[in-house]
């Protein structure tokens, strides 16, 4: 442990501040869910080493606290002895960084939106957004662009749940739903994980809209 | 009275001036409306000789003055001299406070989604959310999770209102909504009753959204 | 002239860019729109002689300028030379401060809720609000209370609107809806005049939302 | 080159990172999408030889940083050596600056009424406000006023783009929308194109709701 790049971790800890202060004023984190986490880079940290730095449970994330961050490893326990849990979610975190070798930083938040989605189009299992501009931030550059965000049931087990999403992950789609619980979002850097999650997002409140208007006409 | 701990009215001011700060930028004072308390803590405040802090009545509480906040005993009179008067809604919070022991802050706010709820479903006199993740704010960890809030009419006695509101609570549901009067909410700390009424909101403009969607199907 | 109170001036200047300030950052005026009057106190201003602040016409509010407000006697001309021009409005605005002896501010705005309430109502020319808390904003304590604001068709002619809106003007509701051209209200205090327009954009967001549940039944 | 202001670039790069800031606060850049532009004053930058300043391709636009802006002419290419590409779109800005000669700014921006008003009406290719206060923002003052904007299909191809938007555009309606592409909006100078955006903005979300309502009748 001890060679592990301490100004690796404070430049994890800072980007989660950030992340975590401009998701906080848009309500993205309400009655304390969601969670954010970064991949700590750095020597000795390749991938069957890594360690990531995610935000600690059950916080108020408007408010910054010297216990808002702590490091985990791939099987989701602390790396360094603390007082702090990790939220039971952790291990839905660990395994996308496991499944998906490039990923970076991974976010889950609870919007109206995407909760609402998620339970809309929970029967068929995904959702698909064809022919907006927008779609062009997951960097499909082509006519006709489409994606397609599996959605998975909302289980208590988190194993289970951790389990069911990685079946679903595809490296082309970088996000899940779960039914009522929000969306996990990730990328290849803070800044693409945020901008797909912008874009999920704006897609996702566009929809529920298009719902109500196509459906009442 | 002198033994009232004044560090403890200082910090219940404090908390009462954040949490006041916090719901003003939300817009859930609507004119003026809304009020919040916390209970005094420290000796000689035992159960029955309970203090509490409360917003004084009227203001706007975007802004803060020396007049914000007041003391009141439990049966809902000034415990110092003061040209300030308690809301009448004072009446409503010691109730709350006295039926619930465990209960160290009280808030209540008008917001549109809680307002809708509870002219939607007034006639069933109550509101049930099942099978969403946010449901663990309120501390409920299990499978197949349900809530349910009750709903009270909009009596223009206080008194006649504190009493409904009596009547309804129960201890494993930490709020009350009142018909076309807004929720009020509480909790064990003033950190636990704002994740209580997010994760209401939350629910409420979920359900108010379901509610289109359903119908208009 | 010279009796005019400077202090005077400058208080009601200060207290209008503090409404200005806060309604711009509420988005309540859109692509310039809206205007903002205050009586300004003081010797010699009795009612036959006052004089009202008031923002000048087509600025961007979300800024201070030096030239953000000017000063009109009742006929809604000028007080002092100036190179800025009153608002076409401003006749609206002295027109209040005539009918209604203790109006001492008359704030106008463009929302969406206010817009479309204006629009869905206008063939009724009022809209009613009954069994809501937030009418006790308009000093009404009463049960069942309610509130009726009237409704005047949008003339293009200013002076013709301003002679529509004073056949509507009731003492005891303080404010009026134009069909898609906003509300205008006032009160006895700035305080007061915003804490009734906060109260009618509730009930106008409120109403729209239950005329949609409502109607999708 | 050597001719060129350079205060008028640093003060077009001023006002493009105050319009960027206003607008991002506003959630105006979902996903790093939209961009602004501005026309540089100063000799010798007269029809011919006119250079703009324009918003750099892919930034997250919530912050500010050393390589926000770039300079190009109206060939869409770079006026000075850099590291940094214009977005694919800076042909549809100059294709609008050099079809309406007073336009001093073009704004493009994404939000969800925008680009639900693009689908709804892409059918008729248009659509047409009327009986609206908030048409003044476009400088129409007359009775029964009205105003229509063109919409066009969002081809993948950026020139084919630009040329479908140059055979719609008139000089007398300053925007125009690409179907789930957002709005294109220009004015004779940085203020007047802020306004026009306000306008359209409130239109759109004015009339999706009124959507809503007339239909669900």
Not at 35 to 51: A, C, E, H, T, Y
Not at 84 to 93: C, D, F, V, Y
Not at 101 to 123: K, R
């Amino acid at each position: 442990m001890e060679k592990i790049n301490l100004e690796a971790i404070q430049k994890a800890f800072n980007t989660l501040q950030t992340v975590k202060d401009t998701f906080s004023k848009k309500g993205w984190f309400p009655a304390t869910s969601g969670n954010l986490s970064i991949r700590v880079k750095g020597p000795p940290l390749d991938k069957n080493q890594s360690i990531i730095a995610i935000t600690s449970s059950g916080k108020d994330k408007s408010i910054h606290t010297p216990e808002d961050y702590i490091l985990v490893n791939m099987d989701g326990n602390l790396v360094l002895p603390s007082n702090l849990k990790p939220s039971a979610e952790t291990l839905i975190h660990t395994s996308i960084y496991q499944q998906i070798p490039n990923c970076q930083a991974v976010f889950h938040i609870h919007t109206i939106p995407n909760n609402l989605i998620s339970e809309l189009y929970a029967d068929q299992g995904k959702v698909t957004f064809t022919n907006h501009e927008i779609i062009k931030a997951f960097d499909i550059w082509k006519e006709d662009a489409s994606i397609t965000i599996p959605i998975v049931e909302n289980y208590f087990s988190i194993p289970k749940l951790a389990e069911e999403i990685s079946k679903v992950i595809q490296p082309e789609v970088p996000g899940v739903l779960i039914r009522n619980h929000g969306i996990y979002v990730w990328g290849d850097s803070d800044f693409t994980a945020k901008r797909h999650l912008e874009a999920f997002e704006f897609l996702f409140e566009y929809q529920i809209n298009m719902y109500f208007l196509k459906k009442s006409k």
